[in-house]
Nanobody, 126 residues
Framework: QVQLVESGGGLVQAGDSLRLSCAAS????????MGWFRQAPGKERVFVAA????????DYADSVKGRFTISRDNAKKTVYLQMNSLKPEDTAVYYC???????????????????WGQGTQVTVSS
């Protein structure tokens, strides 16, 4: 049974940093690309960042480039999202997800992801 459990969210002030973690189980973590998405109140869920199964490639939404960093530790079966210089518009529930295909490409489309975590709330005050 695949499980993804996010943690690390919270309430911070603008300019602060947070690191989100997503612990995976129930599948061979090192063979699958991973992604982070977020959903703000009243808005659709959108892509934030993705990382290849090897960790050698990453991709980011324009809104977070230069501020957020995605990484993974295949030994710990965990993917991270380091968020720096947080802004109020970063306020959202953040979800991690695993792509459908073993050794598949990372993707910015939610349709390419099969399993999702329950989400962790990030709130940035001004």
């Amino acid at each position: 049974q695949v499980q993804l459990v996010e943690s690390g969210g919270g309430l911070v002030q603008a300019g602060d940093s947070l690191r989100l973690s997503c612990a995976a189980s129930g599948y061979i973590f090192s063979r699958y690309a991973m992604g982070w998405f977020r959903q703000a109140p009243g808005k659709e869920r959108v892509f934030v960042a993705a990382i290849s199964w090897s960790g050698r490639s990453t991709d980011y939404a324009d809104s977070v480039k230069g501020r957020f960093t995605i990484s993974r530790d295949n030994a710990k079966k965990t993917v991270y999202l380091q968020m720096n210089s947080l802004k109020p518009e970063d306020t959202a529930v953040y979800y991690c997800a695993v792509v459908r295909k073993e050794y598949g490409s990372m993707s910015y489309s939610g349709r390419d992801y099969e399993y999702w975590g329950q989400g962790t709330q990030v709130t940035v005050s001004s």
